[in-house]
Every structure is written in C-alpha cells, then in structure tokens.
C-alpha cells in the first residue's frame, strides 16, 4: 500500500483526535491481570492495537474492538509463549511478559528483534523482572520467566518507557511491596497507572520517577476513556504549520503536549488551547530552530523528531536536531531529500539547511513516525509525491489520508498494483 499526494494544499478545518496508541498498548498487556471485563473507550483502530489483540486472544481471552470501544474478558486466560513470529509483528508483546508473570506465574517470549529505529534490546526489562525475584531464562530464541514476582526496591538505570511498563504490570500483582526509582514519566505511564489503580491496583506517586506498588492479588473489570495521543496531534498540528493552514483538533482537553508545543511554537506555529480544542495556524514561513534534542520525558519526544525534521526542511534558515533516545532515526534523511530537502545528518545530529520548496518524489517509509514525516513533505511539496509502506504509518494512525483528505489535501490510500 502507498499514499498517493499532490501537495500544495492548505491543511484547513477541524478533526477528531485519535485516542493513544502508547496508552493503549500497556493496557492492552495489563487487560490479562483483570478478572472481569475490560472496557477502553477512544481506542484508536490501527494495526498495532490489532497485533496485540491477536497475541491476547491466543490466551483465551474474549477481545473486540468495535466504534471505538474495546472490550477484554480474560477472566479464563491460560498461559501462552509469544513465537519469534508474533514477536517480529510487534514490539509492544514485550509488554506481556510482566503481565503474564503477574497473572500466570509464568511468562515466555521470542525476542522482538532489532528495527530500523534501533537495536531496541530489553535487558532493562529483564534487569528489573530479575529484581522483582522471577527466574529469567534467557535462550538465543527470547526468554523465559518462572515466579510470582515479589516486591523489592528497585532502581532503572535509565528510564525506559517499556521496562517501567513491564516493571509496573509485574509489580501490581506481586507480593508485597515494588518501590520503583527512576521510572519514566511519560504521559502514557501516567494513564497505565490510573487505569491499573481503577482496576483495583494500588500505586502510589503516579505521574513521578518514584512509583510505589503494593501488590493485590488479583485485578477487577474496568471501564476507562484513553485521552488523544499527542504524537498524533503533533504530526496534524505539524501538517496545520507545513502547510501555512489551521487546524482545529477536538477531543484534545487531556492531551499532554509538553515537550511539543514549544518546539511547534519556536517554528512560527500559533497554538491556542480553548477547552477540549487544540487551535493551531502555521505561519507563512516556518521559522529555522536553532537547536533541538530529543530525550525522555519531559523533554522533545523521539516520536515526534521525524516529522519536525519535514517540518523544518522548509524553514527560513538552519536548523540542528540531535537524536538521544534511538541511535538510529533518521533512516528518513535520504527520502526527505530525494524531494530536495537539505538535511545532512551524522552520528546523532542532523543539520537542516531549510529550502523554499520541496519537489514530489518517490518515496519510501521505513517506520511509523517516518513515514508520517514523509506524508507531512508531499503536502508541502509541489507536484505528486507517493509514499510506500504505508504499512508502517497504519501501525499508528487512524485513517490519516482520509483525515487529510477532509482537512483539504489531495491525498489517497492506495492498494499496490
Ligand atoms: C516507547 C514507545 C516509543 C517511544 C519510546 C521512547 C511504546 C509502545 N513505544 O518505546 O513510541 O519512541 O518509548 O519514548 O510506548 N533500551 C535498552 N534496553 C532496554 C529497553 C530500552 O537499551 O531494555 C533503550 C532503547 O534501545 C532506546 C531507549 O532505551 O534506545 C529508549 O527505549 P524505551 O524508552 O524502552 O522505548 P520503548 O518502550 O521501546
């Protein structure tokens, strides 16, 4: 599948934003710890929801995803190993091996393998589970874990969103008492915690790097409404600012944008936040930012670095964006310069010259967040630009070319030939 794109479009009009895709994802894993049915509202339907519901199901769990309402009762789940194939399809089944160990005792998982962002190994995962007493077994295949976890003061040695996670869902239903230092703060942590303690969990310090879990022995049903994913509101607000448009998104009140709006701002983007609505309007010229890097919460967020180097590849003088967080992210350099960008980019920086055009091209996504910086270049570019893979962009956005087409791009989802 590719995006077909004449750009040159103004971004204009108001849409919906999609719920959160990293929220959702931990929950998902978490469902399994629940006896009683789970319920997420504001479910964003994209393919990595759909993977893990594959790997769920395996279980034995009833799951279905219909209107933007999830659904899991996995009140007879029995355990199941994730195969190297399911583990390929989708990083996120890493999460299942807290959640699995937390339920069953037991856990089993093929390694999910290196990806074009980065290696992406999870020896923080297994650190931390090794520290909260579980066997870890470790084969050239993945790894193996036997144990009820059992409470321990532990400390990350970096806040990995993923083992925090992990740490998280194994702790909730271990005996006794996890005091977790250093976890990450992301946004989506925060919302795994709340919906973990409506469950019937009990975290203290949400929100903080210091996270104190007393362990219950079981978790209850739930009903809980995803807030709107701010990656997804950066790429439109983004596609508002390429395009010197203005964007309206609703269904915004929760959305935590910190780390993204001054960056967005910096650039000559105006936002306005009005109750549940994010109002963004690009500036005629998209204005150079002298320097960005990317890091872990609160700061710029590594998912939103591709597409403000599009962003940027059109500003008024240079720009420097340096990448911390994956050593390999900016696979999306040479494409963005097969449509003229000027983006030279070594070991972890990129210096941006920005141009006054952008040309279409033929062009090829390597990942989610990539393939959506691609998509933001051909609304900007003159003459018809498609984007291959688009696999990749579905992982995480909700019908993006419709959305696009009904905020005025000429744009449209096509099957290969
Ligand atoms: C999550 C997000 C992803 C985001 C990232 C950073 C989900 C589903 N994915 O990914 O969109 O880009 O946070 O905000 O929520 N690392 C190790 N060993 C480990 C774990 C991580 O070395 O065991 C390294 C990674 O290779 C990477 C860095 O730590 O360089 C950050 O990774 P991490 O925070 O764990 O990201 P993910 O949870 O994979």
Redesign the pocket.
């Known amino acids: 599948m590719y995006a077909k794109i004449i750009g040159g479009n103004r971004i204009e009009g108001e849409a919906v934003l999609q719920g959160s895709?990293?929220?959702v994802?931990?929950m998902i894993a978490a469902s399994v710890l629940c006896r009683g049915e789970v319920r997420i509202e504001h479910c964003p339907a994209i393919s990595?929801v759909r993977e893990l519901l594959t790997v769920l199901s395996k279980t034995g769990a009833v799951c279905e995803l219909k209107d933007g309402v999830l659904t899991i009762d996995a009140s007879d789940a029995v355990p199941f190993s994730i195969d190297r194939e399911q583990a390929k399809k989708t990083?996120?089944g890493?999460?299942f091996l807290g959640a699995f160990l937390g339920r069953f005792h037991e856990a089993g998982i093929a390694y999910p393998g290196g990806c074009v962002?980065?290696?992406?190994?999870?020896?923080?995962?297994?650190?931390v589970l090794r520290k909260l007493h579980v066997v870890l077994t470790e084969t050239s295949e993945g790894v193996y874990g036997k144990g009820r976890p059992v409470g321990e003061r532990v400390e990350l040695s970096?806040?990995?969103?993923?083992?925090?996670?992990n740490a998280v869902l194994a702790a909730v239903c271990a005996k006794g008492r996890t005091e977790l230092l250093g976890a990450?703060t992301?946004p989506?942590i925060t919302e795994l915690c709340r919906f973990l303690n409506k469950a019937g969990a009990v975290i203290h310090g949400i929100g903080t790097n210091y996270l104190v879990i007393d362990g219950v022995s079981e978790l209850h049903g739930v009903t809980y409404r995803l807030s709107g994913d701010r990656?997804v509101a950066g790429t439109y607000m983004a596609a508002a600012a390429i395009t010197g448009g203005e964007v309206v998104l609703r269904g915004a009140e929760d959305v935590c944008m910190d780390g993204i709006l001054p960056v967005l701002q910096a650039a000559g983007t105006q936002i306005r936040r009005e109750k549940d609505l994010l109002v963004v309007t690009g500036n005629d010229r998209v204005l150079a930012v002298p320097y960005i890097k990317t890091a872990?919460?609160p700061a710029f967020?590594?998912?939103m670095q591709s597409q403000i180097l599009a962003l940027l590849s059109m500003a008024d003088g240079d720009s420097v964006v340096c990448e911390t967080?994956?050593?390999s992210r900016f696979a999306v350099v040479p494409e963005l310069c097969k449509m003229g960008a000027d983006i030279l980019s070594e070991g972890q920086c990129a210096v941006v010259h920005g141009v006054r055009q952008l040309h279409g091209a033929d062009v090829k996504a390597a990942d989610?967040?990539g393939g959506a910086a691609l998509l933001l270049a051909g609304l900007a570019a003159e003459g018809e630009t498609k984007v291959y893979g688009y696999e990749y962009i579905a992982r995480?956005y909700e019908d993006i070319c419709g959305l696009l087409k009904r905020l005025g791009a000429d744009i449209m989802r096509m099957e290969d030939s």
């Open positions: 895709k990293n929220a994802l931990p990595d990083r996120g890493v999460l962002i980065g290696e992406r190994p999870i020896d923080l995962h297994c650190a970096y806040p990995s969103v993923g083992a925090t996670e990450a992301e989506e990656i872990p919460f967020p590594t998912d967080v994956f050593e989610l967040r995480g």
